[in-house]
């Protein structure tokens, strides 16, 4: 029998005593080797065993207390980085939580670190059984460079996983900070051109503007 149980919200737990006495009290007045609490607080039983003319008996107290399932209300990213990305989980709900990227392996922390870009499925639940919350969440990262060459190989440039978060505006400029290209959703890369001229080999920058209000800024370079 454990201390502490938990108890869900609109719910009920069975606290079940460790067999083998012959009589149980409760504090609730319940006589069996089990109790159906449906109200968090401190409850007690008095356990009783016989041995010929010796009468042993002993009490345990257990606190139940109010869990509640979790409701994930942002995921804080701290990304741009190929393996040292961060993620932190806010929760909302009264119950205590456990935090998971694989929905199978768990942990008591809200942060995960040292990850890699790229999407992950993030799951939070509560340890006593009250539900579970999920949601999608990618960390970004963008190429260093590209070769608009012809080859099919880096020939554009983008961000990766831009179209899977909504409402998110990258903008890219030249070294004087002439603006030089808006991604969309429609065109979520750029071809190396301007106007339908070839834009010279050198350093570009770019700036994101995320849903969540955050910002990036960053360079990369054109090389041909």
Request: hydrophobic content about 30%; some cysteine; aromatic content about 14%.
């Amino acid at each position: 029998m454990e201390d502490t149980y938990g108890i869900c919200v609109g719910g009920s737990v069975t606290i079940t005593a460790d067999a083998g006495f012959h009589t149980y009290s409760w504090s609730d007045t319940s006589m069996g080797q089990s109790m159906t609490v449906t109200e968090p607080g401190t409850y007690s039983v008095r356990v009783t065993e016989y041995h010929v003319d010796v009468l042993c008996s002993t009490t345990k107290t257990i606190t139940v207390v109010a869990s509640d399932k979790p409701t994930i209300t942002s995921i804080e990213t701290s990304d741009w980085t190929a393996y040292e990305n961060m993620l932190t989980v806010m929760v909302g709900g009264g119950g205590i939580y456990e935090y998971s990227l694989d929905g199978e392996i768990y942990q008591s922390s809200n942060q995960f670190a040292g990850l890699p870009n790229g999407e992950y499925m993030v799951y939070v639940r509560d340890i006593y059984g009250c539900g579970v919350d999920h949601e999608d969440v990618y960390l970004l990262m963008y190429p260093k460079f590209f070769t608009p060459n012809g080859d099919s190989y880096n020939d554009t440039w983008g961000i990766k996983y831009y179209l899977n978060e909504p409402n998110m505006m990258v903008r890219i400029f030249d070294r004087q900070g002439k603006f030089i290209k808006q991604l969309t959703d429609t065109d979520p890369v750029w071809d190396g051109t301007f106007n339908g001229q070839l834009s010279p080999a050198t350093d570009y920058w770019f700036t994101v503007k995320r849903q969540n209000g955050k910002e990036h800024r960053g360079h990369f370079s054109l090389k041909r």
